[in-house]
């Protein structure tokens, strides 16, 4: 399949061009600069050099892919007014090509934050209280979502929080880990939905490539974890034992913002159209699996 992937040496999308590649797709990928560029491209992917706030730089690309999937984020102010620009412009181009009867799918990633706490299980079906960090995000995915009624194949993919690699939230954790003092905000008895990083690839490729995917799907591996068995099972594996401080909510907001909000969400979340597609999470806890991610943390770090 030809497909044309934004934020390719990102977090989420290197992981999901790993999982395209080795799927036997085509694949075009938007990046920032020469070097980037370069980098893809030693791996047969065909590079754009480009901005996500200058659709002209893209499009073109864009509009020879029968898959478009988005996963790249602008992390500035004005972030949620780019990504509301892309989101038009990537439609757009589907919605072409599914007028002309040319294969068109649209994959957007969005995030289980959405959610707020969820007190009990929360599928894709459950109603939606966004923190107000992504409170914007419901907006973009019923952008997405409604563009099925003119009939492109759209889907909306809320991934749990990413582990694996050096990189994202649990990376940060193995970090801090590493330097002998880890900080909890709040009272760590909250539990985060996660999901490892090749494992979330997998589904990307699974909603893109099955012509019958559509709609929202949860990416997580459902272990209901509590931050402080994650955080005490991190401390304990670190080469020096590493101590853990719990910083009040009130405090961690003064210094990090609505950020402290989204880590002090208490969520369970379950993914029952993902394993529909027949997706299953070849890892299924953060905790129990602490020596192979600070395996794959001290390479990655070193390959950098």
Not at 31 to 52: M, N, Q, W
Not at 169 to 191: E, F, H, P, T, W
Not at 244 to 271: C, F, N, T, W
Request: glycine share 8%; with cysteine; charged share 25%.
């Amino acid at each position: 399949m030809r497909i044309f992937l934004t934020g390719a040496t990102g977090y989420i999308g290197s992981a999901v061009l790993d999982a395209l590649l080795r799927a036997g797709n085509d694949v075009t990928a938007l990046v920032r600069d020469p070097e980037k560029a370069e980098r893809v491209a030693r791996r047969g992917v065909t590079p754009i050099v480009g901005e996500l706030a200058k659709p002209v730089s893209y499009l073109a690309a864009a509009e020879g892919a029968e898959a478009i999937i988005h996963t790249a984020y602008e992390y500035s102010k004005r972030g949620p007014e780019v990504d509301r620009q892309a989101i038009d412009t990537l439609l757009g181009v589907a919605s072409r090509r599914t007028v002309a009867g040319q294969p068109a799918c649209f994959v957007y990633t969005s995030g289980i934050w959405v959610l707020g706490d969820t007190p009990t299980p929360a599928t894709e079906s459950s109603p939606l209280r966004p923190i107000s960090l992504v409170d914007w995000r419901p907006r973009h995915e019923r952008l997405v979502l409604d563009a099925a009624l003119a009939g492109v194949r759209t889907v909306v993919l809320r991934p749990g929080i990413v582990y694996g690699g050096a990189r994202g939230i649990i990376g940060d954790l193995l970090k801090q880990g590493a330097n002998g003092l880890v900080r909890v905000v709040g009272d760590g008895k909250n539990r985060w939905p996660c999901v490892y990083d090749r494992d979330l690839a997998d589904l990307y490729v699974r909603v893109t490539t099955q012509t019958d995917a559509s709609g929202v799907f949860h990416a997580n591996d459902e272990a209901d974890e509590q931050v402080n068995d994650i955080v005490d099972a991190i401390a304990r594996h670190a080469r020096t034992k590493a101590d853990v401080r719990h910083v009040p909510i009130e405090e961690a907001r003064a210094k990090m913002g609505p950020y402290a909000d989204a880590l002090a969400l208490d969520q369970v979340v379950r993914s029952p159209r993902a394993h529909a597609l027949g997706w299953a999470p070849s890892l299924h806890s953060v905790a129990g699996n602490v020596a192979r991610l600070l395996e794959e943390f001290r390479t990655s770090r070193e390959a950098a």
